[in-house]
Structures are given as structure tokens and as C-alpha cells.
């Protein structure tokens, strides 16, 4: 069963900049293409970014291109999301997800397509 564990979150100042970790235990990274998500107080879920499994394709919803980078070290079993220029309505609990790829491919943003969760960790943009 693999597992995922978020880290890096909490508060920052308007344009300020956080990088979030996300291990994954139980199995090689390499097998699995990644995805951020994020729910903010009282909405739905969204995708934030994605990268498959060898890094080569990443994918970012319009309301953080620019501003976030997705990264992954196969080697250390870790995807990072780099995010600069953060503002209040970045504020949310920011998941990474996973899912089992046999070979290389666009990365998706659709949430039924992962399989695996980790728990989250709350990035706030004070105001």
C-alpha cells in the first residue's frame, strides 16, 4: 500500500514563498505519475499541478501557472511543489495524490484517476 506524507505547509505574507514535500513509502516513486490538489474552507477539492512519472510532462491549472513549480527526486521517493508569490486565496490544505503508471505519459488533473492520498498540510496567506 503506498503511502504519501505532506510537509512544508503554513503561514506566509502576501507574495511570500513556501515549498511543500510530499515522501512516498511503500513502493518507487518512479512507478507512479503525482498530483497536487488543494480544498480551501467550504469548497470543493481542485488540482493544482501534476507531473508523470519520469518528470518529463508537468501541468498546471491557470490560477497558480507562473507562480508554482512541480518537481520530483525519483531517488529520495519525494515530488515537491515550489510555490512563490503566494496570496490569501492560495490558502487551503494542500494534498498530494498518486497513481500507477506502466509507461510514461501527460500527467492528469482528473481526481478519480489517483488511487492514493496522503493527509495534507494547510498553506494560509495572511491578508
Known amino acids: 500500500q503506498l503511502q504519501l506524507v505532506e510537509s512544508g505547509g503554513g503561514l506566509v505574507q502576501p507574495g511570500g514563498s513556501l515549498r511543500l514535500s510530499c515522501v512516498v513509502s511503500?513502493?518507487?516513486?518512479?512507478?507512479?505519475?503525482i498530483g497536487w490538489f488543494r480544498q480551501a474552507p467550504g469548497e470543493e477539492r481542485e488540482w493544482v499541478s501534476c507531473?508523470?512519472?519520469?518528470?518529463?510532462?508537468?501541468r498546471y491549472a491557470d490560477s497558480v501557472k507562473d507562480r508554482f513549480t512541480i518537481s520530483r527526486d525519483n531517488a529520495k521517493n519525494t515530488v515537491f511543489l515550489q510555490m512563490n508569490s503566494l496570496q490569501p486565496e492560495d490558502t487551503a490544505v494542500y494534498y498530494c495524490?498518486?497513481?500507477?503508471?506502466?509507461?510514461?505519459?501527460?500527467?492528469?488533473?482528473?481526481?478519480?484517476?489517483?488511487?492514493?492520498w496522503g493527509q495534507g498540510t494547510q498553506v494560509t496567506g495572511s491578508s
Open positions: 511503500g513502493d518507487t516513486l518512479e512507478h507512479y505519475s
Open positions: 507531473i508523470s512519472k519520469t518528470g518529463k510532462s508537468t
Open positions: 495524490a498518486a497513481f500507477r503508471v506502466a509507461l510514461e505519459a501527460m500527467c492528469v488533473s482528473g481526481q478519480l484517476y489517483y488511487d492514493f
